[in-house]
Every structure is written in C-alpha cells, then in structure tokens.
C-alpha cells in the first residue's frame, strides 16, 4: 500500500542552524511533491511545490531536494529562527487524474531553541 | 480578499447527535476540499467538489457522512449520529481551479464527541 514516512520525533536546534526534515514514501509515483507548515489550531500553509523532474527549489531559506530514485525528499531551513517552529507536512499527488488529491505525511515538529 | 472561514470553530455533541461543518473557501476557487485530521494522524482527504459536483467521494469513512456544496461556493458537511471515533479536526481547503494548483486551508472546527 501507499505510504509516507516523516519522522515521527521532534527535531530540536539551535538558532542559526540548518534544520532538515526527511520524507520517504513508497509506492508511489507522484508527479510532484509539496511541503506544508501546520502551527498549533490553524490549517497548514504551502511552503513550497517540487516537480518530479526538478532537483531542487529555493525559496528565501528554504531548499527542498527531490529524489524520485530513492523516493525521498529533504527539506532544509537555513539560518533557522524561534519563528520557524512549527510542524512541517509533505504531501503527493499521486493521481493521474485532472485534480489533486494530496496525500499527507503524519508531519515532523520542529523545535528552534533561542 | 479573505482566506478560507470555516464555523464553529469548535463543537462539543453528544454521541448519537447529528453535527454540521461549513466552510467558505476563498472568493472565485472552484475547487474545494474537507480532510480530517485526528490527533497524532496525518491529515485525511474526505471529499473534493468541483463547483457544485463531488467527482471523489471516496475518503469518506461511512455512509455517516455526507457533504454538499451549493452556489460553487459555501460548503456543508455533515455527520449524522456522530460516534466517539468522529472527534478529530475537519479541515477545509480551496483551489483555484483544482488540478495541481495549490490548497488554500481553513483553520479548521474542532469536533468532540463525547
């Protein structure tokens, strides 16, 4: 069956450093993949959107990587701040079909210590 | 113009009674979608409307649930003779065209089910 793996433990840092969150998933063959942050009672806002054909996107302090070889997608914040704590959701499409039909990771919290 | 709304904010029922969730999607998105997400869970995708029609039903848990959308617009769902295994919060998102373009989320209603 289907499935997507992000790490199920807080990543605790420090301010300054580079913070990076794994997804893996399995039998899938999603045409891309995105990456959500969820703060505490409100919905998650998309962060970023990553083709199958793309390597990599940037965007301010953000890197995301796609590998569709090991099936597995990296998420870095650069210069990590307080601010950026928060729970950080992968998402797939993998339909075929006009429409999108995210399927989302259980998430990763990230902790940015002062 | 505003983000997605969606009311109540939180319910509290009683096992047995019947509960409706509405969400307001964003001005002029034809797309519209409901996700459920329980504590420790990832989200879960229930529902998709293209304007008024649900081309995919099929995250919908049981014959419980049911949700509809009137005037392209303001949607409804609704859960007849809740169970405890119903609390969780809904989550409702909005695209602007459906396809790959990106979900917009409310901030959810949190539903207990006592």
């Known amino acids: 069956s289907q499935k997507i793996e992000q790490n199920s433990e807080a990543l605790n840092i420090q301010e300054g450093k580079t913070a990076t969150l794994t997804c893996n998933y399995t039998?899938?063959?999603?045409?891309?993949l995105q990456w959500y942050r969820q703060d505490p009672g409100r919905g998650p806002v998309f962060l970023l959107l990553?083709?199958?054909?793309?390597k990599e996107k940037r965007k301010e302090r953000l890197k995301v990587t796609f590998d569709t070889t090991l099936k597995q997608s990296l998420f870095h914040i650069t210069a990590s701040q307080p601010a950026d704590s928060a729970t950080y959701l992968c998402?797939?499409?993998?339909?075929?079909?006009?429409?999108?039909?995210?399927?989302f990771g259980k998430g990763t919290m990230l902790l940015v210590s002062p | 113009g505003a983000g997605v709304s969606q009311s109540p904010s939180n319910k509290v029922t009683e096992k047995g009674k019947d509960v409706e969730l509405r969400c307001d999607p964003i001005?002029?998105?034809?797309?519209l979608y409901w996700y459920r997400q329980s504590l420790g869970q990832g989200l879960e995708f229930l529902i998709y409307?293209?304007?008024?029609?649900?081309?995919?039903k099929s995250g919908l848990p049981s014959d419980r649930f049911s949700a509809e959308r009137t005037g392209g617009s303001v949607s409804t769902l609704t859960i007849q003779r809740t169970q405890q295994e119903d609390s969780a919060v809904y989550l409702c998102?909005?695209?602007f065209g459906g396809g790959k373009e990106t979900q917009y989320f409310g901030p959810g209603t949190r539903l207990l089910v006592l």
């Open positions: 409307f293209q304007g008024n029609s649900a081309p995919d």
């Open positions: 039998n899938y063959s999603p045409a891309y």
């Open positions: 998402a797939l499409d993998g339909s075929n079909s006009g429409y999108s039909t995210l399927t």
């Open positions: 998102a909005s695209s």
């Open positions: 990553i083709r199958e054909n793309e």
């Open positions: 001005s002029g998105h034809t797309a």
